[in-house]
């Protein structure tokens, strides 16, 4: 069974920070390209970042900067380390892993950020 649990949101002040991780079970985790994703309400969920299996990593331009991806394969663990937090950071933030070459694709359930100016 796959599981992505996400933890670390809350409520921060603007320019405060929070490191949200992402413990996966039931995946090839090392083989699998990583990313966090966003969706705030009335908008589409949105990339934030991505972590491919060799660890090339990429960001929307919105949290270039301020955001850093990183994974350890050795804990199944995707981690998001939030830095200088806006009140626009405000969302709920979802953990993704896909493998192209099965067509795996599979969603954690989110964790609520709020950024409070």
């Known amino acids: 069974q796959v599981q992505l649990v996400e933890s670390g949101g809350g409520l921060v002040q603007a320019g405060g920070s929070l490191r949200l991780s992402c413990a996966a079970s039931g995946i090839t985790f090392s083989a699998s390209a990583l990313a966090w994703y966003r969706q705030a309400p009335g908008k589409q969920r949105e990339l934030v970042a991505g972590i491919s299996p060799f660890g090339n990593t990429n960001y929307a331009d919105s949290v270039k900067g301020r955001f850093t991806i990183s994974r350890d394969n050795a804990k199944n663990t995707v981690y998001l380390q939030m830095n200088n937090l806006k009140p626009q950071d405000t969302a709920v933030y979802y953990c993704?892993?896909?493998?192209?070459?099965?067509?795996?694709?599979?969603w954690g359930q989110g964790t609520q950020v709020t950024v409070s100016s």
């Open positions: 993704n892993s896909k493998r192209s070459i099965t067509g795996d694709n599979f």
